[in-house]
């Protein structure tokens, strides 16, 4: 079945720096969205990307809807503690367009 | 603006009880979701409601799983003899549309003793 790998799982990094991490997927997706979760909350919709080769940006984070549409990238540019969380990419299903699936995740610790 | 609530926020319960969860989706959101979120897990698809129609069921792990949503709004989520392998938080999401742009609620932590 269709299937999102995050990578990496998880990532520790000094505040400041800027993070990159990706989203692949074997089947192609007409839409991506990254969500980021905070312990203790649900997840929030951070950018949604409908159109390949887009990119999309929200403040100090920029998406990208890879021209294969096998794959997304989300980048956080100067990174500060509050960006502390689980990042997730979301795509629909083939079995329709309401049905999303979701990445494992990939976990983002800054260090002050 | 009011956003997705859920209740309990935590709930602890004996293997074989049953529980009921709640959502009270965005008002307006014809969509409401229900997903099941295991120890540093992804999410897992479990029901979805779209209006008046019959919802998707295909996600329920068994049929000690069930879900209704009420005058398309509420919706509850049941449990039924519960087992230890239940135990995860279940999120609940609503949405307006069809561009899949889901808004989560926080959750309900099931433990599940």
């Known amino acids: 079945g269709q299937q999102l790998n995050q990578s990496p799982q998880s990532m520790f990094i000094q505040e400041g720096e800027d993070v990159s991490m990706n989203c692949t997927s074997s089947?192609?997706?007409?839409?991506w969205l990254w969500y980021k979760q905070d312990p203790g909350e649900g997840p929030v919709l951070l950018i949604a990307l409908y159109k390949a080769g887009e990119l999309t940006s929200n403040g100090r984070l920029t998406a990208q809807f890879g021209i294969t549409r096998k794959d997304s990238f989300l980048n956080i540019s100067a990174s500060i503690p509050s960006d502390v969380g689980i990042y997730f990419c979301a795509g629909p299903t083939t079995s329709g367009t309401y049905k999303y699936i979701f990445g494992t995740g990939t976990r983002l610790k800054v260090l002050a | 603006g009011a956003g997705v609530s859920q209740s309990p926020s935590n709930k602890v319960t004996e293997k074989g009880k049953d529980v009921e969860l709640r959502c009270d989706p965005i008002s307006g959101h014809t969509a409401l979701y229900w997903y099941r979120q295991s120890l540093g897990q992804g999410l897992e698809f479990l029901i979805y409601?779209?209006?008046?129609?019959?919802?998707?069921k295909s996600g329920l792990p068994s049929d000690r799983f069930s879900a209704e949503r009420t005058g398309g709004s509420v919706s509850t989520l049941t449990i039924q003899r519960t087992q230890q392998e239940d135990s995860a938080v279940y999120l609940c999401?609503?949405?307006?549309?069809?561009?899949?742009?889901?808004?989560f609620g926080p959750g309900t932590r099931l433990t599940v003793t």
């Open positions: 409601f779209q209006g008046n129609s019959a919802p998707d």
């Open positions: 999401a609503s949405s307006s549309g069809l561009a899949g742009e889901q808004y």
């Open positions: 089947s192609i997706f007409n839409t």
